[in-house]
């Protein structure tokens, strides 16, 4: 029984197979529709990448610019008490004289409540002739870890904190480091090749150089910023009013130019970031092929080698021109306008006091032939500076 139906069925599938005769007798082949295949799904759609969370909003923790601000306030005290006012100044009495040698030169001698000139030359500050003919090339940098008084260093610390923080959180420590000391470098070659018969001192011209890379820093990194105008209309006049102070008196305007296109360079250089949209191949999900921009555009390029060029060039010849005893003023005629422009309230006259000496015995009567002023002293090595 079992035999005769799987024979059956066996007839059954091989007549479907076999050409059927119908009424008319024309031969016809069975036609076989296959199987219609099942639609496969829609490829699952690549997700785009996403940075992890850590990578958006990553901040470097600042212990740089804090360790650059404990630095300068120490050399502050150092230089104090190295100053000693009340045993090293014999003419008039010291400020706060309660604070033994920490106390501050006269006012008419430093308004900054500070040390004397002479103490700031020997801790460093930076004096055109001993850095030409003393070779001392290194007070280019000692001299913007010192200040000329307390006012001064207050000034600069504050912007100090207030800027330098801010890009240290950005950009980190290895970046805001060599940038804040070149910076000032630039800014002690300007005014070395301009000011040369004072000494200088001061963090100003890398603080400037911190201004001028934000600058830059926004110009190169256009696209990843939003409300980019009023930034950048904010910096712009931020640095002018800055500079425009440095029309005043007793205020080294070269340092703060010099520091300023310094860091406007070099920010070009070092603070340069990728473009807006560009996701690093090791955050990209596994299978992903979608499209990948260039990790910076071709202006940020363009911008990276000029400003290389010209801060490499602009240093070396600046160098090279200092230490071959030039002097800018005798190229430029309207160049000391840039650091003082003189007015009825106040001069911006500059360089050794030309003074009259009637020595009898120990005792000298010092004359002052440009203020006038005359006085008597007995054993005084420091009369003329204190007295003109």
């Known amino acids: 029984m079992g035999k005769e139906s799987a024979s059956a069925a066996a007839r059954e599938d091989e007549a479907k197979l076999q050409p059927w005769r119908g009424d008319g007798g024309d031969a016809h082949l069975l036609e076989i529709v296959p199987p219609q295949p099942v639609a496969a799904p829609p490829p699952a759609r690549a997700k785009p990448p996403h940075l992890p969370r850590l990578q958006?909003?990553?901040?470097?923790?600042?212990?740089?610019?804090?360790?650059?601000?404990?630095?300068?306030?120490?050399?502050?005290?150092?230089t104090m008490y190295v100053n000693d006012c009340r045993k090293n100044n014999s003419v008039r009495p010291c400020v706060l004289p309660s604070l033994g040698r920490f106390s501050f030169e006269p006012l008419k001698q430093n308004p900054l409540f500070g040390p004397s000139a002479k103490t700031l030359q020997k801790m460093g500050g930076l004096v055109v002739d001993k850095v030409v003919h003393g070779h001392q090339g290194w007070r280019l940098i000692s001299c913007i870890w010192l200040?000329?008084?307390?006012?001064?260093?207050?000034?600069?610390?504050?912007?100090?904190?207030?800027?330098?923080?801010?890009?240290?959180?950005?950009?980190g420590f290895v970046r805001i480091g060599p940038l804040y000391v070149i910076a000032g470098v630039g800014g002690s070659l300007l005014s070395a090749l301009f000011v040369q018969s004072s000494v200088s001192v001061g963090a100003s011209g890398a603080l400037f150089g911190l201004l001028g890379a934000m600058l830059s820093e926004l110009i190169t990194n256009w696209t990843i910023y939003a409300n980019k105008f009023a930034a950048l209309i904010s910096l712009i006049l931020i640095v002018s009013i800055n500079l425009a102070l440095g029309i005043l008196p007793h205020i080294d305007n070269f340092a703060?130019?010099?520091?300023?296109?310094?860091?406007?360079?070099?920010?070009?250089?070092?603070?340069?970031?990728?473009?807006?949209?560009?996701?690093?191949?090791?955050?990209?999900?596994?299978?992903?092929?979608?499209?990948?921009?260039?990790?910076?555009?071709?202006?940020?390029y363009v911008l990276w080698v000029t400003s290389a060029f010209l801060l490499i060039a602009?240093?070396?010849?600046?160098?090279?021109?200092?230490?071959?005893?030039?002097?800018?003023?005798?190229?430029?005629?309207?160049?000391?306008?840039?650091?003082?422009?003189?007015t009825s309230k106040w001069s911006c006259k500059q360089g050794t006091e030309t003074c009259q000496v009637l020595e009898t015995g120990n005792i000298w009567n010092i004359t002052c032939q440009d203020s006038g002023r005359s006085q008597i002293f007995i054993n005084a090595t420091r009369s003329m500076d204190d007295l003109c």
């Open 56 to 78: 958006r909003d990553e901040r470097w923790w600042p212990w740089l610019v804090p360790t650059i601000f404990v630095a300068n306030v120490a050399m502050f005290v150092i």
């Open 147 to 171: 200040h000329a008084g307390v006012i001064h260093l207050l000034a600069n610390m504050l912007c100090l904190l207030l800027i330098g923080i801010r890009l240290e959180q950005e950009f």
């Open 256 to 300: 703060h130019i010099g520091g300023f296109i310094t860091g406007f360079l070099l920010g070009f250089v070092l603070l340069i970031r990728p473009q807006y949209g560009y996701v690093s191949q090791k955050y990209n999900p596994l299978g992903y092929n979608g499209p990948a921009k260039n990790k910076h555009m071709i202006y940020q």
């Open 314 to 342: 602009g240093l070396t010849v600046s160098l090279i021109l200092l230490f071959r005893g030039f002097n800018g003023n005798d190229h430029c005629s309207w160049c000391h306008y840039l650091s003082c422009v003189p």
